[in-house]
């Protein structure tokens, strides 16, 4: 056996040499291939940023303009005259962080409660949210509308957020969630002498911390870039959140593309930087959605 | 742990043990009660009830000014009538289908990302997400202006070759695949992180004994990688469908009204925005949004239906 | 502002209370003080809002009224006019609420459904007898009357378009009409003599193809009811409904021939950019860079035009050409009350405000719109110079109103929608008109019977 091991040896070392030569020269063309993809992929959003900076007579000249004669930042500046841009961003950040908020907490009561409780009623409960998962969200719309209407929230940020602090899937994801934490720690809570209330905020919240973050996440994307609900109703310009205003109000300002696209790229920006920052928890969170929701 | 816990119960006199356990039980059954309350109320009044509104409203006509009367089954026999409809019913499912282009795309994408000792990963994954979460009205803007037919960079390219590119967004025979082309780019990044977690779940062995059997890259791919992946395979379909049947965003802002390729591009979810909150025929647009569901039920039962033929579960 | 009128107080009583329509009009037609005062009784004991608006009973303390608009360019001219007017009468505040067009008329529905709409706001003629017919608005033929105001200070068919049965509820505000914008330096270099009043479709077509040229094309054949065929259709003898408001009138030879005219501009001639085209780049971008030599506008547009250094350097204005006979269509705003206002007297100080001389003034020299109010279009006219913009007042001459009925737009928008088959080409126009004025007729047949 030693020696077969022996002999063998060279030849695993040529045949491993080989491979990794044979894999350089394949992670070459993975790497042309990839990165024509991700061109594709940025590249709009190079454009974008040019055009931003660029006349609109340079914006709409053919052939293009790819440096502008002079680089018009008082396009970004146009957008803050241009509509109710400041407003706008402060609605979209105001609406999500109630609804991340909102989320994060009934969520994950709920959550925890249909994975770590036992009381009557709780699998028909559990039952009907699930049917409001399959259900597409526009059966929702009108009488939803019709109770903010009734409320007199339209054109508030209320109306805004308030049916989105509620979710069946964020239950769903937390119940997930907190199934697959062991039961062993909330049984030695109990031993402990703690109620179901404190073991839910001392022992398991903590443990869920990359649960919660992952439905964080799936939240501030879902809201940043909701447009039809705001668009239904809030319609007076100075109390949509951004998506609804680029939306609405470029049929007014669709001749100014240079500030348009100024505006497009302000409105994206934090939540891009966002992603570069927290890169992993937004891969893993989504990750996570996808294989437990 | 738990044997230790179930030891000290067992241990202690079955008659108080019962009844520690029934008051614990009770206790459990408030808190569980309470805990779930604001959840059920909110869902209540947010969802379910207005299930229930919703497949009230579409036996109604609605006034213009409020009110609504008993109208039977009117609108449903109008939906089947209404070539608008018809014509939201095919544009819905054309783009539905194209949209699923992403998912090969994904695979690809995946896969090329996953070659061990590949360097760049985190770089080439940043690229391509970023699509995923730049918001959807500027996406639409930032496309309307590179599929302009006039001065948009698409046509200045073809012009390059000497082709004279249509109004793309503009042109009925154009407008719903322009669309599309947006809403692949927009979702192959989203694809290619969950095919990417699915991936790396697959265990290293499996592609070591392949190599040992000679086999290559792309017989290891269709041999082991597609097969492995097929239950993430077909949860992004079945979601990825789902999301395709309700497009609206990038329609309403790259195509919008008063655009004569409204007609062949407008989808379901769009027409019923205009019929509830534009036209305001409540009735009507609540018939449509029960079509909708009447869709989705049926593609998502075909897919669920069709699993058994091609997905492999462990 | 005329200060020397009588109140109006007895009569916007009348008019807020009676929502059932028979009383009003019985209100109106009385001739005898006793007669009124009783069916002034009447109301308001029959009325269930606590608003009752007698003579004596002054509203005290000071009432803020809303005032619904959506073009903020006008919203200058309009705080203008509302600074004048509370400081004649400080113990009204008018607060504006502008929303953009898009959504108005989606929020103003609901608001007015829900009962809180605002008190006075801008009113078109497309939706006017929707509200009207819906008893949205307050009548005011009554106090109008008892104001003495003179109804033919306005243009006519403005007037005649807010009237509804035997009521008017507007007081109009302003009025548009359609010319043709041209480029002079593109005449000049095809060496064509600028349009007059004398030119006819024919002529506009010969200049349209000489002046096609490279990437500049000779006129825009727009899909845009308002600046082109609602006023190509009347100028063939043909109309778009017929007086009754019963009929289409769409599939009549006369309207198929004026429609042809446009889409032949664009398919057959190519004399102008395509429907397409001109989805992707406005075609008032268009004109105003030079790309377009010719094009259908309106009045309101003289201020873009005038906003664009290139448009104000070299471009003019010349009469609509004529067709069999001279037409051009006219739409203009009024201002209208919410019925349920819980100020109808106030409300109507303002609006009759809005009415006067002085606020039309103010409205011309803003230079966005021409008022409805003959004699102050002057200040319109001179507001830029540069510009013949007297061509616009001349054709109130021959000028018509705006077609519309009960519920103008659903087959108006249907109407857009579905003719953009015949401007793309896909299907012939003679097919697209008759399938509009069969859509269009089934959708007048729903409508509810007018009043007498």
């Not at chain 1, 001749?255 to 994206?268: E, R």
């Not at chain 1, 939540?271 to 570069?276: D, K, Q, V």
């Not at chain 2, 960079?153 to 669309?179: C, E, I, M, R």
């Not at chain 2, 569901?293 to 699993?307: A, D, P, R, Y």
């Amino acid at each position: 056996m030693s020696s077969a091991v022996l002999t063998a040896a060279p030849a695993r070392a040529e045949r491993a040499r080989r491979r990794r030569r044979r894999d350089r020269r394949g992670h070459l063309v993975v790497h042309v291939i990839l990165s024509v993809g991700a061109l594709l992929m940025i590249a709009p959003f190079l454009l974008e940023m040019l055009i931003s900076v660029e006349t609109f007579a340079e914006a709409t000249a053919v052939p293009m303009t790819f440096i502008p004669h002079v680089w018009r930042w008082s396009n970004y500046s146009d957008v803050f005259s241009a509509m109710p841009f400041k407003q706008m961003m402060v609605n979209t950040v105001l609406m999500t962080l109630a609804r991340t908020a909102g989320q994060l907490v009934f969520c994950s009561l709920a959550g925890y409660a249909f994975a770590r409780l036992r009381f009557r009623g709780q699998n028909v409960v559990f039952g009907l949210f699930l049917s409001v998962l399959m259900v597409p969200s526009q059966l929702f719309l009108i009488p939803q509308y019709e109770i903010i209407h009734d409320l007199n929230l339209l054109n508030s940020l209320p109306g805004l957020f308030l049916p989105g602090i509620f979710s069946a899937f964020g239950t769903f994801l937390m119940r997930q969630f907190f199934l697959q934490l062991p039961r062993e720690v909330q049984e030695a809570a109990y031993i402990d002498g703690a109620g179901p209330f404190q073991t839910y905020w001392r022992v398991l919240l903590p443990l869920a911390r990359p649960g919660l973050i992952a439905l964080a996440i799936l939240v501030i994307i879902w809201s940043w870039n909701d447009l039809l609900w705001p668009l239904v109703v809030n319609t007076d310009p100075s109390s949509m959140p951004v998506s609804a205003g680029l939306a609405t109000l470029q049929g007014q300002y669709l001749t100014n593309y240079p500030v348009l696209m100024a505006g497009s790229l302000m409105a994206s920006l934090p939540l891009i930087i966002i992603f570069i920052l927290f890169q992993r928890h937004f891969i893993e969170g989504i990750a996570f959605s996808a294989t437990k929701g | 742990m738990a044997v230790l816990a179930e030891k000290v119960r067992s241990a202690e006199r079955p008659g108080k043990s019962r009844r520690r356990r029934s008051a614990r039980k009770r206790l459990e059954a408030r808190w569980g009660w309470l805990l779930i309350a604001p959840s059920v109320i909110g869902l209540g009044v947010f969802s379910i009830w207005p299930i229930f509104r919703t497949l009230y409203y579409s036996f109604t006509l609605w006034g213009a000014f409020g009110g609504h009367t008993w109208n039977g089954l009117t609108n449903y026999r109008t939906l089947f009538s209404d070539s608008e409809v018809l014509h939201a019913l095919r544009n819905t499912l054309i783009f539905a289908l194209l949209s699923m282009l992403s998912v090969p795309i994904g695979i690809v994408v995946s896969a090329l990302l996953n070659r061990p000792g590949l360097r760049g990963l985190g770089v080439y994954r940043t690229f391509y997400f970023i699509p995923v979460i730049t918001l959807p009205a500027a996406v639409a803007l930032m496309w309307k202006f590179v599929y302009n037919g006039d001065y948009g960079p698409v046509n200045q390219f073809l012009k390059l070759f000497g082709v004279h590119g249509p109004h793309w967004t503009s042109d009925p025979s154009t407008a719903l695949y322009a669309v599309a082309i947006v809403a692949i780019w927009s979702s192959v990044g989203y694809n290619m992180v969950l095919f990417l977690a699915g991936m790396q779940t697959i265990p290293r062995h499996l592609y070591e004994a392949a190599e040992i059997d000679g086999a290559g890259k792309i017989r290891q791919f269709f041999t082991i990688t597609l097969p492995m992946l097929s239950p993430t395979i077909f949860f992004v379909t079945v979601i990825g469908v789902i999301n395709a049947l309700q497009a609206f965003d990038l329609i309403y802002v790259m195509i919008g009204k008063n655009n004569p390729a409204l007609n062949d591009s407008e989808t379901i979810v769009y027409l019923f925005y205009d019929k509830a909150f534009v036209q305001s025929n409540g009735g009507y647009a609540a018939a449509i949004a029960f079509l909708l569901l009447g869709i989705i039920i049926v593609f998502t039962g075909c897919q669920f239906w069709l699993q058994k033929k091609w997905v492999h579960y462990e | 502002m005329q200060s020397d009128e009588s109140p109006v107080l007895n009569g916007a009583a009348e008019v807020k209370v009676s929502d059932k329509k028979q009383i009003s009009r019985r209100a109106v037609l009385a001739a005898a003080p006793a007669a009124m005062l009783m069916t002034a009784a009447a109301c308001s004991s029959s009325s269930s809002s606590g608003t009752s608006i007698d003579s004596e009973k002054k509203q005290t303390g000071p009432v803020t009224l809303t005032y619904g608009l959506w073009d903020d360019t006008q919203l200058p001219a309009m705080k203008k006019i509302i600074t004048e007017f509370e400081k004649a009468n400080p113990k009204i505040h008018i607060r504006t609420a502008v929303t953009p067009w898009d959504s108005y008329w989606t929020k103003l529905q609901t608001a007015a459904t829900g009962g809180s709409a605002p008190d006075v706001f801008w009113m078109t003629l497309a939706y006017f007898q929707l509200y009207a017919s819906n008893k949205i608005l307050m009548p005011l033929t009554k106090p109008i009357k008892d104001a003495k105001i003179d109804m033919s200070q306005y243009e006519p068919a403005i007037t005649k378009g807010y009237t509804w049965g035997k009521d008017i509820y507007a007081l109009p505000k302003d009025i548009d009409s359609i010319a043709l914008w041209y480029n002079k330096k593109l005449f000049a270099e095809a060496g064509l003599r600028t349009p007059t009043s004398s030119w006819s479709w024919s002529d506009l077509l010969n200049a349209a193809k000489r002046l096609t040229k490279g990437n500049v094309k000779g006129i825009a054949a727009q899909l845009s009811d308002q600046q082109t065929y609602y006023n190509m259709i009347p100028q063939n003898k043909g109309y778009v409904i017929s007086g009754d408001g019963k009929k289409s009138g769409y599939d009549l030879p006369a309207s198929v021939e004026a429609l042809q005219f446009l889409t032949d501009m664009i398919n057959k001639h190519h004399v102008s950019p395509t429907l397409q085209q001109m989805t992707d780049t406005d075609p008032q971008q268009m004109f105003g860079s030079g790309k377009i030599a010719m094009y259908y506008g309106g009045s309101w547009e003289s201020i873009a035009f005038k906003a664009i250094p290139y448009a104000l350097k070299n471009c003019d204005v010349a009469p609509i050409p004529q067709g069999k006979v001279r037409k051009t269509v006219s739409n203009g705003l009024g201002n209208v009350i919410y019925g349920k206002t819980k100020y109808p007297r106030e409300a109507w100080e303002f609006v009759k405000f809005l009415g006067s001389r002085r606020a039309a003034e103010i409205q011309a020299e803003g230079g966005a719109v021409i008022p409805a109010t003959h004699g102050t279009q002057e200040a319109w006219v001179k507001s830029t110079p540069q510009f013949h913009l007297q061509t616009f007042v001349d054709e109130f001459q021959y000028n018509y109103g705006f077609p519309i009925s009960i519920n103008t737009p659903v087959w108006r928008d249907y109407a857009t929608k579905t003719f953009a088959d015949a401007w793309t080409g896909k299907r012939p126009t003679a097919a697209v008109a008759k399938d509009v004025a069969k859509q269009m007729n089934g959708a007048l047949a729903k409508e509810p019977s007018r009043p007498a």
